[in-house]
């Protein structure tokens, strides 16, 4: 005995009204960004501690470095990881130097300034609400570029350029989050044939095929090759992504 | 924009880097596609207006600290099922008959006139109460069916009930609904009559 639209108890006017009062509901216009602000750093805090812990912080010291992107900024602190893999660098540019005592010691580390990048990690960042770009450049910038700006064009040649690798999978993350998982798989398939079995990302594009494959209905396959993985990575930061598909 | 480069990013770094990003825009899109609906529901539920802004970050902290767990397809259910704990928990909280400040909100320019202003805020203020007399469960289908309009399928997948349950949820919803009404109209226009 189920109820149908049609036999639904009606409005009155005045309930009507009353109704009609909250068509107006609408939050202030600096929840959203505030809220993205929030959720962001949420999502790094939770990123951060959940990554080995040599990637990210340079020797360990996570809090260090959770607390220097504190101090930066959150969205700051987006700008830098999403590019260079790296708070320290961003340090030294960013503050001029000021926070180099903060950062634990990672070698021999440089500023490089590299031919503009048109990918998507700049484009990334930047559609965010609170635009890196909005930043101010920082003071004592000029010189320091101006002095390795020949050295870095002798060694850029020689560096690994993960902002075609980002471009490349970009593609495939935006198909797949649209649900055109064909385009998305067609997309992981060039990445594969371009940047071949040493790709950088290319345990990123791994998951995103199993993704991609469970989302197009394989699944199957895509449990059998998550299984493999998390047996094969079983400290990787994907485990979680890829535990909430196989109990789907 | 410049792009810095670290001299030899370990693989692990850059995987690291990749996931980070890949989670910051998740979050983005989270927010973007999402907030307002989360907002609108927080505050619909009953949510004191004062809170509601926090309410929704916190909402939308717990979704980007449980990415991992978010299916691709299935956020707004993630979302709105951790709404509804906020709410409730808001509700026991506080206390439910509060009286709304009159905080100057972006909608005052709506308005042709200050009167229809204040008459709409009174109105607004008359339907929180009515809708805080309701029990949740039944606030909740009649804010998605007659304020959000969703179709009695969504509020049976967000509610992850049968659509049969859902509407005669939403018919006992509509009945409790013109009972708190009548009671809380009767007694407005009780308190207007000048002695």
């Known amino acids: 005995m189920t109820?149908?639209?049609?036999?639904?108890?009606?409005?009155?006017?005045e309930e009507r009204q009353l109704l009609a009062s909250a068509a107006l509901d609408r939050p202030p216009r600096t929840a959203l960004p505030r809220t993205l602000q929030a959720a962001t750093s949420a999502a790094i805090a939770a990123g951060t501690l959940a990554t080995p812990a040599a990637a990210l912080t340079l020797g360990g010291k996570t809090s260090a470095l959770f607390g220097l992107a504190k101090q930066l900024g959150v969205v700051k602190w987006l700008a830098l990881v999403a590019l260079a893999g790296g708070a320290a660098v961003g340090v030294k540019t960013w503050r001029g130097g000021q926070d180099a005592s903060r950062v634990p010691a990672h070698g021999p580390v440089t500023v490089r300034q590299a031919e503009p990048v048109s990918a998507p990690p700049a484009a990334r960042?930047?559609?965010?609400?609170?635009a890196v770009s909005a930043e101010p450049s920082p003071a004592p910038s000029p010189a320091p570029r101006r002095a390795t700006s020949a050295r870095a064009e002798a060694s850029v040649a020689?560096?690994?350029?993960?902002?075609?690798?980002?471009?490349?999978?970009?593609?495939a993350r935006r198909a797949l989050r649209s649900g055109r998982t064909r385009d998305a798989l067609a997309a992981l398939e060039r990445y594969d044939a371009e940047?071949?079995?040493?790709a950088a990302l290319r345990v990123e594009a791994h998951v995103l095929r199993i993704e991609a494959l469970a989302r197009s209905g394989e699944t199957a396959r895509a449990q059998a090759l998550a299984q493999k993985f998390i047996q094969q990575n079983p400290k990787s930061p994907y485990v979680e992504r890829l535990r909430a598909l196989l109990a789907r | 924009m410049t792009a810095h480069h670290l001299e030899r990013p370990l693989p692990s770094e850059s995987v690291a880097a990749a996931f980070l990003a890949d989670q910051n825009e998740r979050v983005t899109d989270l927010v973007q596609s999402h907030h307002h609906f989360i907002w609108r529901l927080l505050r619909r539920l009953g949510v004191r207006e004062s809170n509601v802004d926090d309410a929704a970050q916190?909402?939308?902290?717990?979704?980007?600290?449980?990415?991992?767990?978010?299916?691709?397809?299935s956020e707004r259910?993630?979302?709105?099922?951790?709404a509804l704990r906020v709410a409730a928990d808001s509700e026991r909280a506080h206390h439910r008959h509060e009286q709304l400040t009159e905080a100057l909100d972006d909608n005052a320019g709506s308005f042709p006139s200050p009167e229809e202003a204040l008459e709409a805020r009174r109105r607004r203020e008359l339907l929180d109460e009515v809708l805080s007399a309701l029990p949740l469960e039944l606030r909740t289908v009649l804010v998605l069916f007659e304020l959000e309009q969703l179709g009695k399928r969504e509020i049976a997948e967000l509610l992850a009930i049968p659509e049969g349950t859902a509407m005669s949820r939403l018919r006992r919803a509509r009945l409790?609904?013109?009972a708190c009404a009548k009671r809380i109209l009767l007694r407005a226009a009780?308190?207007?009559?000048?002695?």
């Open chain 1, 3 to 13: 109820d149908q639209l049609d036999q639904l108890p009606e409005w009155t006017d």
């Open chain 1, 125 to 130: 960042v930047t559609e965010a609400p609170l």
């Open chain 1, 158 to 171: 020689a560096q690994p350029d993960l902002s075609r690798d980002i471009a490349a999978l970009d593609e």
């Open chain 1, 195 to 198: 940047f071949g079995k040493n």
């Open chain 2, 58 to 73: 916190q909402v939308f902290c717990v979704a980007a600290r449980r990415l991992g767990d978010i299916a691709p397809g």
């Open chain 2, 77 to 82: 259910s993630f979302l709105f099922g951790t």
């Open chain 2, 176 to 178: 409790e609904f013109k």
């Open chain 2, 190 to 195: 009780h308190g207007k009559v000048s002695p």
